[in-house]
């Protein structure tokens, strides 16, 4: 079994405390035999997330659906309409033509979502580093045992030359002995 130190300097020709901490544990990983994967997304969510998280990603994902499209243009509709039957029944309205109280609104709602879908997507870069950091450490690991794999093929195929070479010399001192001529003993 290796030791860390022997494979970062042997494979990355670095000494090991000259890696960066992702790569001292792959090196470690290495050198124990054990898996480096995990669900990382599975880790993600056993995390205790606080409630203006858990809100911000809720939000998010409603404001970003055709749900919120479909309910928004539904009320923005009747919004008018029912402004429309009000101006026609008795020609006072609560929000007359431009709508300004309804502008209100949607300039306190776009105020409102614009940073919490900020927060949402900030925690979702978090998680995608996350996921890319581990990605790393996995590819790492896959690209250093491939390393290791071939160091250990070319030690087998270096020892089984040797011994080709060696059965090979036993051949030619044998047939050099039947060349010279049979052995006495042997025919006798």
């Given at each position: 079994?290796?030791?860390?130190?022997?494979?970062a300097?042997?494979?990355?020709?670095?000494p090991?405390?000259?890696?960066?901490e992702?790569?001292?544990k792959?090196?470690?990983?290495i050198?124990?035999r054990?898996?480096?994967?995990?669900?990382v997304?599975?880790?993600?969510?056993t995390?205790?997330?606080?409630?203006?998280?858990?809100?911000?990603?809720?939000?998010?994902?409603f404001?970003g659906?055709w749900?919120f499209?479909?309910?928004f243009?539904a009320t923005?509709?009747v919004?008018v309409v029912?402004?429309?039957?009000l101006?026609?029944v008795?020609?006072?309205?609560?929000d007359p033509?431009?709508y300004?109280?309804?502008?209100l609104?949607l300039s306190?709602?776009?105020a409102i979502?614009?940073?919490?879908?900020?927060m949402?997507?900030?925690?979702?870069s978090e998680?995608d580093?996350?996921?890319?950091?581990h990605?790393y450490?996995v590819?790492?690991?896959a690209?250093?045992?491939?390393?290791?794999?071939?160091?250990?093929l070319?030690l087998?195929?270096?020892?089984?030359?040797?011994e080709l070479?060696?059965?090979q010399?036993?051949q030619l001192?044998?047939?050099?002995a039947?060349?010279k001529?049979p052995?006495?003993a042997?025919?006798?």
């Open positions: 079994m290796h030791q860390p130190e022997e494979i300097q042997k494979l990355l020709g670095a090991y405390e000259a890696l960066d992702a790569t001292r792959v090196t470690r990983h050198a124990q054990t898996p480096i994967a995990r669900n997304p599975g880790d993600l969510e995390r205790k997330q606080a409630f203006g998280q858990r809100a911000a990603d809720a939000v998010a994902s404001g659906s749900t499209v479909g309910l243009a923005m509709l919004w029912v402004n429309a039957i101006l026609t008795n020609a006072k309205t609560f033509y431009p300004i109280l309804l502008n609104f306190m709602l776009a979502q614009a940073p919490i879908i900020l949402s997507q900030n925690r979702q998680k580093r996350m996921r890319a950091d990605d450490e590819n790492l690991k690209e250093l045992e491939i390393m290791l794999l071939h160091e250990k070319d087998l195929r270096e020892k089984q030359w040797v070479l060696e059965i010399n036993r001192e044998l047939l050099t039947l060349a001529g052995p006495a042997v025919w006798s």
